[in-house]
Each structure stands twice: as C-alpha cells, then as structure tokens.
C-alpha cells in the first residue's frame, strides 16, 4: 500500500529560527514527489521533485529529494510568522492516474 | 478565470441524508478529482476523472459517488451521508493530472450529525 509519512507532526518555533520538515515514502511507480503549503485554506504549490540530490530553492524555501533512500525534506531558514501553515508532502504514483498520495502534513507555528 | 469553485463553502446534514458538493474549473482542464481532509490524515483521493464521460475510483470511494458529463464540472454525491463522512472535501483539477499544475479549489467543510 502507498504510503507517505511526515515528521514531526508539528513544531513550534520563533521567528529567524531554521526547520526541517521531513517526508518519507514507500510507493509504487514512484513519479514525483511535491511539496504545498495550507494556510487554512486550499494547498498552494511550493515544489515538484523528480531526481535525487537537486535542490529546489525559493527564496527562503528549499527542498531535495533522495530516491534511494525514499525521503525528501523541506527547509525554511530565517522563519517568519507567514510561514506558520500546515506543510503537506504529496507523492504522485502511477497508480490513480497519476493522482497524489498525501502525507498527513506538518503543523508549523512561528511564533513572534 | 475563476479558477476552482466548490459550494457550498460548508454543510450540515444529518445522517442518512443525501447531497451533492459542487465542483467546477473555467480553465479547461481534463484531470479533476476530489479529497476529503481528515486530522493527522491528509488528503486522500476519493473519486478522479480524466475527462469527459471517465470517471474511476481513489483510496477511499466508498459512500461517494461522481459523473463527468461535462469537461468544466465534477460533482460529488454523498446518497447517504454518514457521521464518518465529516470531512473538508476539496476539489482539485490540472492540465494533464500532473501534480505541479494541480489546481485546488477552497474546499468545503461538512458535517454530518
């Protein structure tokens, strides 16, 4: 069964502060693995990871992706109170038409 | 464009009550597809089309069902709501069902009594 797992389920932390999300997956005709962002709201799309060790940067955002060992992380540095959202890892299998697996996400409040 | 419109916005039902959550995209997309939002569970895949007339099963469809009968709209009936069933349900719809151009809509909170 696929399955995507994300750890920790959630952190507190103060502004200026880096974190680290973690994602690890077990699927099936693995196609990408992708990263969004939920403010109370509907997913917004932060990255898209196909090939292991390149590192998707935006601004104060970036990811990398390790296929070999089936996990990706996301880091934040310098925090700021708008990164507080709940952080989702998606894995896109070729199993519902390519269609994504959520992990059940990462509460993230950065406190002033 | 509008984007990804879902009404209603929130629901009550009680159990054993029938409804259907409205999902519709202006952008023409082919791939549309529906999640429910559970605590400490993600998303998970309900129902999905990949075009007009094709409809096929997610993770978990039992409860649910879909039609496609145009490109523009994917509605969800529920045609016996039950206390499990309460959920934040968000449409979602993409291009080509690729998950970088995968656009959600803002969800709609229901809640079965």
């Known amino acids: 069964e696929d399955k995507v797992v994300q750890s920790p389920l959630s952190l507190v932390v103060h502004e200026g502060d880096t974190v680290t999300l973690n994602c690890s997956y077990e699927?099936?005709?693995?196609?990408?693995l992708l990263w969004y962002k939920q403010e109370k709201k509907a997913p917004t799309f932060l990255f898209m990871l196909?090939?292991?060790?390149i590192e998707k940067k935006s601004g104060r955002l970036s990811s990398i992706l390790d296929k070999k060992e089936l996990f990706s992380i996301l880091n934040i540095t310098a925090t700021q109170t708008g990164d507080s959202a709940v952080y989702l890892c998606?894995?896109?299998?070729?199993?519902?038409?390519?269609?994504?697996?959520f992990g059940a996400g990462t509460i993230l409040r950065v406190k002033s | 464009n509008a984007g990804v419109t879902q009404t209603p916005k929130f629901q009550v039902l009680k159990t054993g009550q029938s409804m259907t959550l409205q999902c519709a995209q202006d952008?023409?997309?082919?791939?549309m597809s529906w999640y429910r939002q559970d605590p400490g569970m993600g998303l998970r895949l309900i129902h999905y089309?990949?075009?007009?007339?094709?409809?096929d099963q997610g993770e978990v469809p039992n409860g649910y069902n879909v039609s496609r009968s145009t490109t523009e709209d994917f509605p969800l009936r529920l045609l016996s709501a039950a206390p499990s069933q309460t959920s934040v349900y968000f449409c979602a719809s993409s291009l080509q069902g690729d998950g970088d151009t995968q656009y959600f809509g803002p969800g709609t909170r229901l809640t079965v009594l």
């Open positions: 998606a894995v896109e299998a070729v199993k519902y038409g390519n269609k994504l697996v």
């Open positions: 196909t090939s292991s060790g």
């Open positions: 699927v099936t005709n693995f196609r990408s």
């Open positions: 089309s990949v075009g007009a007339g094709i409809t």
């Open positions: 952008m023409n997309h082919e791939y």
